[in-house]
Nanobody, 121 residues
């Protein structure tokens, strides 16, 4: 069994930066992703990375602003989020990828509790 625990998040002004971390314990993980869920919206894919550190993929909406990376020493994955926008306010969760398309949020499972990211105007 794999357990994922997220940390980071919080409140930031538009244009600011935040960093999220996902730490895994238990069984080995092959690849994970970050998915966000805003109120009244469907769950949305954000980024994906193989546990070795590559390859990595980012949603078009965050390309060039967000960066997912692997911290081998800490057995964790981080999501650096820059130039945040108010519409990106959501609960960000780390989850295990298991399916057919890394860009589809439905192919992730084993959510952690998630971390709320609030971007103010």
């Amino acid at each position: 069994q794999v357990q994922l625990v997220e940390s980071g998040g919080g409140l930031v002004q538009a244009g600011g930066s935040l960093r999220l971390t996902c730490t895994a314990s238990g069984r080995a993980v092959r690849s994970v992703g970050w998915v966000r869920h805003a109120p009244g919206k469907e769950r949305e894919f954000v980024a994906h990375i193989h546990w070795s550190g590559s390859p990595a993929y980012h949603a078009n909406a965050v390309q060039g602003r967000f960066d997912i990376s692997k911290d081998h020493a800490e057995n964790s994955v981080s999501l650096q989020m820059n130039s945040l926008k108010p519409q990106e306010t959501a609960v960000y969760s780390c989850a295990i990828y298991y399916g057919r398309s890394v860009y589809a949020a439905i192919y992730y499972w084993g959510w952690g509790k998630g971390n709320l990211v609030t971007v103010s105007y």
